[in-house]
């Protein structure tokens, strides 16, 4: 999306503005706001002009625009209604030097989730991959992964899901037997050097709007659990707890002390399969950048950096 528009957006968000005023305020002719303002009209937006100004009546249910108003974080959205992976085209942007750029989808017919996993994203969830330039050295990017999720668990309970995380990125809910089911996870890929990151693509895939069959049996999504609920709210929360929680001068135990505030995983007993083999104990802690501290059975602390976590039932 042009920064006209997005500024015409913004703008917008705040309620009536007149035409010279806009103009002025996007250093464009009055001429220009008014085909801004038609694109806007053609992109399902309705758009009354008033002795005010103009004035935002509605906004279409999904879409780049529809996500961009009102927004509070500093993302150009890039919308798909089909696309194979919302990843892959992130990482086509990144090649071209784009940043700060969130690429969206109703539908992927490529989706894969972690170590190459097959991901189920039919049309009604929310596909998304950010694509940052994040100023942090390769090390931290793991934190990148734990805000998302925190991001996505705060929308969810936001509507009322009691989403919680399992170590690193998935987000879980339990129904009254304690049975858990997925209902998002999290793919990040990164390109860069031993001292800086050239590009981090972060890629939460949020089931959301779609029965439950059409799902992995040990899946969830928001429909099956309190009904469908608006997307590009739901989006904008995520986008924007997101940003909040990695921002520059954001802290590290902020994201840290979000994430134990949403595990499922802490006090838990759990078998951690590692690349140096498997780790089993009762996860105590998460650290910077995002390692699990798993306390064993001889009453040792591993820290585990990277692997597939199972949560253990009580025996």
Known sequence: MNETRRELLAALADGPVP????????????AAVWKQVEALREAGFEVESGDAGYRVVSVPEYGAAAIEFGLDAPYDVEYHERIPSTNDRARELAADGAENVAVVADEQTGGRGRLAREWTAPSGGIWVSLLLRPSRPPADVPLYTLAAAVAVARASRDVGVDARIKWPNDVLVADEAGEERKLCGILTEMEGEADRVSWLVVGPGINANIDADALPPDATSLRAEVGDVDRRAFLQGVLEAFHRLTRRDAEVGEILDAWREHAATLGRRVR??????????EAVDVRFPGSLVVRTDGDDERVVHAGDCEHLRPA
């Open 272 to 281: 951690v399969d590692t690349p140096g083999g498997v780790v089993e104990g």
């Open 19 to 30: 035409g010279p005023e806009l103009a002025e305020r996007l250093g464009v002719s009055r």
